[in-house]
């Protein structure tokens, strides 16, 4: 179990149950979504009769009820809505530095969460440029919302 150097501690505590819950999240209709994840791209669905795209992919339309939808590739500019630095990390993540999460809008409208870089919160702002890519982090394919600017 790794030592978190982050969170404060005042008074007395006593250890957590461990929350391990692991199992097989089926991505047969989503595959596409995550192999362009491991080639850069990043995938949205559209429904083919109302028009209305889904981020994260969807299979199917709520608004039509609908399974009639279509891949669509993202735009890879936005421009960064809110941003948050998480030293309280998720079971799975706790043994990585504390990290930014962001949601950018893109180009096209459609909103998007990734982990923001470079993760300080002195060079980033709200209405800052940000690129869209993919990076493996420990053998998991995020999207990164990464600032186009020097830090000062």
């Known amino acids: 179990m790794s030592v978190r150097k982050y969170v404060k501690i005042e008074g007395p505590t006593i250890d957590s149950i461990p929350l391990i819950y692991k199992h097989k999240i089926p ?3 989503t595959l596409l979504f995550w ?3 491991k080639e850069g791209k990043i995938y949205a669905t559209r429904c083919k009769k109302c028009g209305q795209v889904y981020f ?3 299979a199917d339309c709520p608004n039509d009820m ?3 939808m279509e891949w669509i590739e993202l735009p890879k500019n936005g421009v960064l809505e809110a941003f948050t630095k998480v030293y309280a990390r998720p079971q799975g993540f706790d043994d990585i530095e504390p990290y930014m999460i962001g949601i950018a809008t893109l180009t096209n409208g459609v909103r998007v ?3 923001v870089e470079p993760p300080d919160e002195k060079c980033v702002k709200v ?3 940000v690129e869209l890519i993919t990076k493996n982090i420990k053998g998991r394919y995020l999207i990164i919302l990464k600032v186009n600017k ?3």
């Open 27 to 29: 991505i047969q209709k």
């Open 35 to 37: 192999e362009g994840l």
């Open 56 to 58: 994260p992919p969807q």
């Open 66 to 68: 609908t399974s009639d």
């Open 113 to 115: 969460m990734g982990w």
């Open 127 to 129: 209405g800052d440029e």
């Open 150 to 152: 020097q830090c000062a």
